[in-house]
């Protein structure tokens, strides 16, 4: 159940009209890294980490909630942004304001330029905010990663935060306004927020990589090929432990061609660069198989399936999980 509160989360102000700043701020209203898209992978994840990882599911709508509301103060700084066009454009026969507010003739030659490239903002809208990115392609769903596994998902978060900060980042440069400013590092700085909680959340999962359940063939993991010409750059990506537990490390194949001759494609590949093997791999990829399907077997209850029990007062797990701190 949603309940819309009319107070924007973060005041969001203009000092004036900015037409142009408006169109590039669509980015973040429909964009592939902007807000709708932010709300709706993290809306749509949580469903599946509802019953199982009741937490999880907490934390996803708590941020997706909260991007409903950046998408809010996006949209409402779009439409200060754009301030009297709206009313110059339904003057059909007195187009002085519109022409003042664009700058003129120019300004309103710039107008019919932007309708060109972007009707849906200066045309069909009216100059409202519409589901589209800068250059007026519509928002779509299949900007949404949504895999139904947390170790993948939340990875797949911590990049859409990255982006969405990036784009804000590359956005303060195209506006002088102070105000505008304000409310762009705010969302900004929400983006950084959101980074740390979904890392933080990733880190409560053990084991979590790889991504997934299935552990990669360890003739293979620890492999690097050097699949360029020329010189060669070498740092803990592929040289020495890098990123790898104490005691394993990168096997750096300077020639894959004759190393691919030389395994028949790689068929006969020894393991390298850890102690794994093949059959500890299998091992590792049933125990964690089960682990992971008893966690989501043993949170469904048996016969009716409850999504909410409706208990005023009390915090309410997930039908089929315990419950905490005494709850009954």
Not at 42 to 49: I, S, T
Not at 198 to 224: C, M, S, W
Not at 285 to 296: A, G, P, Y
């Amino acid at each position: 159940m949603f309940c819309h509160v009319k107070e924007l989360q973060f005041d969001a102000r203009v000092s004036g009209p900015d037409p142009h700043f408006a169109t590039l701020l669509l980015e973040q209203f429909g964009g592939s890294n902007g807000e709708l898209k932010a709300a709706m992978q993290y809306f749509v994840q949580a469903f599946a980490a509802r019953q199982p990882y009741p937490d999880k599911y907490d934390m996803l709508m708590d941020i997706a909630t909260e991007e409903f509301s950046h998408l809010e103060i996006v949209g409402a700084t779009i439409t200060m942004l754009m301030g009297s066009t709206n009313a110059g454009l339904k003057d059909a026969v007195e187009r002085s304001d519109l022409m003042k507010l664009l700058g003129g003739k120019g300004g309103k030659e710039e107008l019919a330029h932007q309708a060109y490239v972007n009707p849906e903002f200066c045309v069909l809208s009216g100059g409202g905010p519409v589901l589209t990115n800068s250059a007026g392609f519509p928002w779509t769903g299949a900007y949404v990663n949504a895999n139904g596994d947390l170790t993948v998902d939340l990875r797949s978060n911590i990049g859409a935060e990255s982006r969405a900060k990036i784009v804000y980042e590359y956005l303060l440069q195209f506006t002088q306004d102070p105000l505008v400013q304000d409310t762009l590092r705010f969302l900004m700085t929400r983006e950084i927020a959101h980074f740390k909680m979904f890392a933080a959340a990733l880190d409560t999962i053990e084991p979590n990589f790889p991504p997934g359940v299935l552990q990669g063939d360890p003739r293979f993991t620890h492999k690097y090929f050097n699949m360029s010409s020329g010189a060669s750059s070498r740092g803990p990506w592929n040289q020495g432990q890098g990123p790898w537990a104490k005691g394993e490390n990168w096997v750096y194949v300077e020639d894959p061609l004759k190393d691919v001759l030389a395994t028949k494609g790689e068929k006969q590949a020894r393991v390298e660069g850890t102690n794994r093997t093949e059959d500890q791999v299998e091992k590792l990829d049933r125990d964690l198989s089960k682990k992971r399907s008893d966690e989501v077997k043993g949170a469904l209850p048996k016969g009716e399936n409850r999504w909410s029990t409706y208990n005023p007062g009390k915090e309410q797990p997930a039908q089929g999980v315990p419950a905490r701190n005494g709850e009954k």
